[in-house]
């Protein structure tokens, strides 16, 4: 579904994405891992169309810069690290703007954007801030809202194969808020969709993520499944940092630990 190719970007006279080749498919979630500066972020904005890049991106055969803005807005979503949020907007408001290119390319009503809209509030905890501002909102309830927004974008009548890009989506949330944003995720790539999303938390990636792809320094050091790729001995040289890596006691899933710095604390 997306076919990455050679892909190296520079920014300034540093190159920060460094030949990169990989081929991601529909119906996974796929986590991206790695330091910061290790350049996850630049890739994430290459395939969302809005850096220039050396080499080939396509998606669904089609070369990304042969996209028409309002084609990829029905079919790719984005959520922002830092996304610019308008002040004065209420929560619905926001979320309903995933829905702009529908109204734009199809005349979709805004009774039925609104109604798509509100449908997304519920599954991220979000009903009772409908009509409140989102300056008013915490950072956490600001991220699950701008989730329900890329949520509320990718809903049409014919799912499937569509793509959507998180920047640490989760990053902002409590543990509960955590797992309710990552399960709409999986569930979303398991109707047959592909999920992209930078994580930090190691646990989290490895819990939700089909894949989970290694950068270091702009370049791929690793992809695969967690088990396979998630070893001590890979996590620790990825972050510089010695890593444990343990079996979940009830999940069949790997647990990371990082030591740590000067041993743990004296109970
Ligand atoms: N606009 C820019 N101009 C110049 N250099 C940049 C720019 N944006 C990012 N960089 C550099 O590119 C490199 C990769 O940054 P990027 O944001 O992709 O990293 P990341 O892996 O997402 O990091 P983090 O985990 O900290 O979010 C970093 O060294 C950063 O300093």
């Not at 915490?138 to 809903?155: I, K, T, V």
């Not at 979303?188 to 894949?211: C, I, K, P, R």
């Amino acid at each position: 579904m997306l076919d990455i190719h050679g892909v190296s970007i520079d920014r300034g006279d540093k190159r920060v994405i460094d030949d990169i080749t990989m081929r991601l498919e529909a119906g996974q979630l796929v986590a991206l891992i790695g330091e910061n500066g290790a350049g996850k972020s630049t890739l994430l904005h290459a395939f969302a169309g809005d850096i220039p890049y050396a080499g080939t991106i396509d998606l669904h055969g089609r070369n990304l810069s042969a996209w028409r803005a309002a084609q990829l807005a029905g079919i790719r979503a984005v959520m922002e690290q830092h996304a610019p949020v308008a002040q004065g907007m209420t929560v619905l408001e926001l979320v309903m703007l995933g829905r702009f290119w529908a109204q734009q390319t199809r005349g979709e009503p805004e009774s039925v954007s609104g109604d798509i809209a509100k449908r997304w509030l519920q599954p991220l905890n979000l009903t009772q801030f409908a009509h409140t501002h989102i300056d008013q909102l915490s950072g956490g309830e600001l991220q699950r809202a701008h989730l329900a927004r890329c949520m509320a974008q990718l809903e049409t009548n014919l799912p499937g194969e569509q793509l959507l890009l998180a920047d640490e989506p989760t990053a902002a949330l409590d543990i509960h808020h955590q797992h309710l944003a990552l399960h709409q995720l999986r569930a979303f790539a398991s109707a047959g969709n592909l999920v992209l999303t930078v994580m930090h938390d190691l646990n989290l990636a490895m819990s939700y993520a089909d894949t989970v792809v290694l950068l270091k320094n702009g370049q791929l050091h690793g992809m695969g499944k967690s088990r396979d790729v998630c070893t001590a001995v890979a996590l620790s040289a990825l972050y510089e940092h010695p890593m444990h890596v343990a079996q979940h006691p009830a999940l069949s899933v790997p647990m990371v630990f990082a030591e740590p710095k000067g041993g743990a604390v004296r109970q």
